[in-house]
């Protein structure tokens, strides 16, 4: 069997090119890492940062106690059958992902212009910005911003490097989603056990700066880029993608002749127009709807239902059942964004159908209390997250497989909006929703 080329073998280090496969696959991962892995120990430090602001002045108790308390999901003393607090963590969700929504909406049409390499700078300052502001934030304010910076980080970043995919062979993919899966998993965990130890929010906040540097020591220096991607200067006139025979021969080792003949047609006079644009956009429909649809559902759930699906009689108290349930779904996005590799699901719309079954099915369970414990909730939740996982990374799989060369690298950036729209919505949706159970 022949050894697998890559596109990148002017700068591979080895003569076989595995060196540089592997290289590229770590990279991602890394990259689907640093990404999301910034924001989830952030949110987490926010938390801590917040009390101690309460303790300090008490004065601006209200909005500090609201923030605290809903991201926790812990317990606040009400009349309610469900322990509930007043005000949803959708406060929080919505606060959170509003950024990225505005980034992912508007970004994709301009970010051409700028490089990679500048779009990589800019989201490592942005998620250091965070962890400082969020350390050593003297007010509320403060956090919220650096709440909004590592938004901004993660919205840029997801987008820029999904956009980065088409320069490589598809298997990336896989990679970056695995890696982004196991952000939620190791951020929360880390930041967790580093507290746990006795370092202050502030210290282990400071320690966690090595993220964004990692981010850059990934991508400037472990991925192997190709000559085609646009590091530093912004090609108009020289618009080069991966091709797609190209990147079936990445895979399955075809002919030298198909390699050049794909580079060819993959070659185009210059970018997209806006007209151009606007038709990608109504043919990404069918995967961003599903897609939408599904992080609806799943962050209904999470922001919605989650804290209210409480056991007076369960080994656990309540803040650790909420506990359990964000583990378990971290636990469940993190194999399925991981399982690429071995399955591919076409079908988005079954996954968004069952996603929403499962939303019906615990808002029936909220509303009439028929599940017996919260075994049966943990085996749901995880099933939500594999769910979840299996949607993302199929989505933009299928879009990177099925959409032509020269629009790829816009289709890939476009389509993120879909799982922030979703998210979103259902903040917006969670409020009612929740205080209506918690006026019961």
Known sequence: ????????APQRCDTNGRCTQWRNWTAFWLLGLCNNFAYVIMLSAAHDILKKQQSVNASSSTSTTTFVVDFQGGNSSNSSRYDCNPVSTAAVLLADILPTLFIKLCAPFVIHKLPYGFRVLFCAIMAATSFLLVSFSSAVWMSILGVVFA?????????????????????????????????????????????????????????????PFAMLISYFILLVPPLSLPQWRNRETEHVAVGTEERERLMDGSEEDEQENSIQEASSPGPLTLTEKLHVVRGLLKFVFPLGLIYFAEYFINQGLMELLYFPKFFLSHAEQYRWYQTLYQVGVFVSRSSLFCVKIRKLWALSLLQVGNAV????????????????????????GLLGGAAYVNTFYFISKETEDRQREFAMAAASVGDSLGIALAGLAAFPVHRYFCSL
């Open 151 to 211: 938004s901004i980080s993660s919205g840029l970043g997801e987008l820029s490097f999904l956009s980065l995919t088409v320069y490589f062979s598809r298997d990336v993919l896989g990679c970056w989603g695995s890696g982004t899966g196991g952000a939620g998993v190791a951020g929360a965990l880390l930041y967790s056990c580093l507290t746990q130890a006795g370092l202050s929010p502030q210290t282990t906040l400071l320690i966690m700066l090595v993220v």
């Open 361 to 384: 099915l615990l808002v029936f369970a909220v509303r009439y209390l028929f599940l017996p414990n919260s075994w049966l909730v943990f085996v749901i939740i995880l099933y939500e």
């Open 1 to 8: 069997m022949e050894p697998t080329h890559s596109v990148n």
